[in-house]
């Protein structure tokens, strides 16, 4: 007989979403319980965000120290990477793949934790499949799903069969291929591309779009492709594989349609993601499975009677980050707890709606040159209706700029919403420009009128002092 327990929410997956719907939640005064059947923290900690970017932090830390005159004579005449401590440094950050200090966090924070894999089984109802049985969960108020997404193989004849990487694969991998082929130029293939480049391999990627990063700005992707080919990276652009094979344990070979062909031994598909909601029991709510949740604001899955089902993070398909994730679990969670209380009344400004996965998500893309963007595009602020103007400016003729790397080389642009008179969209394209993105943040989802962002002073000499330039180049 299952062991029966109630809870006021019931989050399934405890990766960074759903810890912090469950902490919200607890924070608000009602019970939480995660349903976790992997590590604790999700792949955030273990086989995305951290241990991609621990491998690319030293290669930056390399390349900016070449970078600056008296800085590179320092290095000798052949400075390269210690592949085997950058690994190392890696493991370290995932805790070398236990998660004892997760579980611990969780102890603390007051949310259980039921090992297992959780299918919804009707209103309000999850089973757990445990190691020791069946685990059957009520929830008072809510049950919220953060399962996530995961790798999706494209349809290319033999790639399957080809024991193709996955990006958690490469993520985690405990050896460096002499060759890697990488199938997609999208943000995880080249940040993945050049972090294995900078420890010794020799890599090709190709993407079918006709440029790097093809969601970006144009000048994102030029630039990066030139550093990448800079760096050594085969760099095939507006290309599709057509077919892949590999016989026994030799090399992998990509067939692509202008008939070039690439060998490697390790072979990354970075290609696209699907949501991890085949296994979920959404049948027994009346839900299809395998596809992505529709939700509103508020996280509430639509289609669902009662307002009780909620899905924050990767599987509504919204935005596809960490910190996007983590954003739509406080409005969850406040969600969740509003409603148990009988006083929701979301509202845009309310902590209760999550409105800025619409038009001003930011991300960085860890490469060197970094990118780092927010809102939209001047492309797609066109394609929305908005009467835009967009101004770039080279980051480089920055005094700040010219002081961190000798010949910095970057880009940056603002496209204008002309009748409001305010930002829409930024995209920064150089060394270290991340650290500017959060101020792009507030400036767009503020909504500051440009005229007010005069009075906003940047720093000299820093590269900050891009916002001027830009404001200057724009006209006021």
């Given at each position: 007989m299952a062991e029966q327990r109630d809870y006021d929410v019931i989050v399934i997956g405890a990766g960074s979403t759903g810890e912090n719907v469950a902490d919200r939640a607890v924070k608000g005064g009602l019970s939480a319980v995660v349903v976790e059947d992997d590590l604790v923290g999700g792949d955030c900690s273990y086989w995305a965000c951290i241990p991609s970017k621990a491998l690319l932090r030293p290669l930056h830390a390399l390349t900016?120290?070449?970078?600056?005159?008296?800085?590179?004579?320092?290095l000798g005449s052949r400075p390269h990477l210690d592949a085997a401590a950058v690994l190392a440094r890696r493991d370290a950050f995932t805790g070398n793949w236990h998660d004892g200090g997760q579980v611990a966090w969780l102890d603390g924070a007051h949310i259980a934790l039921v090992r297992g894999h959780g299918r919804l089984a009707g209103q309000r109802r999850v089973d757990v499949t445990t190691a020791d049985g069946t685990v059957a969960l009520s929830a008072r108020h809510a049950v919220a799903l953060a399962t996530g997404s995961q790798p999706a193989l494209p349809p290319v004849p033999g790639l399957a069969g080809a024991r193709p990487w996955?990006?958690?694969?490469?993520?985690?991998?405990?050896?460096?291929?002499?060759?890697?082929?990488?199938?997609?130029?999208?943000?995880a293939g080249c940040e993945l591309a050049q972090a294995f480049a900078g420890l010794g391999s020799r890599v090709s990627v190709a993407e079918m779009a006709g440029r790097l990063l093809p969601n970006y700005e144009p000048a994102a992707g030029d630039l990066l492709a030139a550093a990448m080919r800079e760096q050594g990276i085969d760099v095939h652009t507006g290309v599709t594989a057509t077919r892949v094979g590999r016989a026994d344990d030799g090399p992998v070979r990509v067939h692509l349609g202008d008939g070039t062909v690439l060998e490697g031994d390790e072979l990354l598909v970075a290609a696209g993601r699907k949501p991890r909601t085949g296994d979920l029991g959404l049948e027994t709510v009346g839900l299809e499975p395998d596809g992505w949740l529709d939700v509103d604001d508020t996280m509430t899955v639509r289609g669902i009677d009662g307002g009780w089902l909620y899905a924050a993070g990767d599987l509504n398909h919204r935005a596809l980050l960490t910190h996007q994730g983590k954003y739509q679990a406080r409005a969850c969670g406040d969600a969740i707890i509003a409603r148990a209380h009988g006083k929701l009344d979301p509202v845009p400004w309310s902590p209760q709606a999550a409105t800025a996965d619409h038009y001003a998500?930011?991300?960085?893309?860890?490469?060197?040159?970094?990118?780092?963007?927010?809102?939209?595009?001047?492309?797609?602020?066109?394609?929305?209706?908005?009467?835009v103007r967009s101004v770039g400016y080279p980051i480089g003729n920055v005094a700040g700029a010219a002081l961190y790397a000798d010949g910095y080389?970057?880009?940056?642009?603002?496209?204008?919403?002309?009748?409001?008179g305010v930002i829409v969209g930024v995209t920064f394209v150089g060394p270290a420009v991340g650290e500017l993105l959060h101020a792009?943040?507030?400036?767009?989802?503020?909504?500051?009128?440009?005229?007010r962002l005069w009075h906003a002073v940047p720093s000299y000499p820093t590269i900050s002092e891009i916002w001027l330039r830009l404001l200057e180049t724009y006209g006021l």
């Open positions: 900016d120290a070449q970078r600056v005159a008296g800085a590179r004579e320092a996955t990006t958690k694969d490469a993520a985690g991998a405990k050896e460096v291929p002499q060759r890697l082929v990488v199938l997609g130029g999208g943000v998500v930011p991300q960085v893309v860890f490469t060197d040159p970094q990118v780092a963007a927010v809102g939209r595009t001047e492309a797609q602020a066109r394609e929305a209706g908005l009467r080389t970057g880009h940056a642009r603002i496209v204008v919403d002309e009748d409001r792009a943040t507030i400036a767009v989802v503020g909504e500051v009128p440009l005229r």
